[in-house]
């Protein structure tokens, strides 16, 4: 598995173009919270984008918008990312690792829909 650190001066080109390629993936969100665990924010749903805002109310804020029906959407925000790791596998999965300057580190898991 090839892992790659996405340098913070590409971040919102970079989501912009992975958001195009991997719409409608199958993704599965988890964060790693060093006190109670980890949890599952969401399993298998499709994404609908990635996205990085540098300016507004949550500046410097990933946003991560998963599913296509308006009751199971899921909206999953990081604060202040640190670090972005990006992981591909041998059978078409990418997996991301969102580390921020403080709280959980959160995992995204994108599977190509059948």
């Known amino acids: 598995m090839d892992t790659q650190r996405i340098k913070s001066e590409d971040w919102v080109e970079y989501f912009n173009q992975f958001s195009k390629d991997h719409l409608g993936w199958l993704t599965s969100v988890e964060v790693l919270d060093k006190q109670s665990g980890p949890q599952r924010v969401a399993e298998n749903m499709p994404l609908q984008g990635i996205s990085f805002d540098t ?50 580190v959160t995992l995204i898991h994108l599977a190509r829909p059948n």
């Open 55 to 104: 300016s507004g109310t949550r500046a410097c804020a990933i946003d991560i918008s998963l599913g296509d029906d308006p009751s199971g959407h899921v909206n999953h925000v990081v604060d202040m990312a640190l670090h972005i790791r990006r992981a591909d596998s041998s059978d078409g999965c990418v997996d991301l690792q969102i580390e921020p300057a403080q709280g959980p």
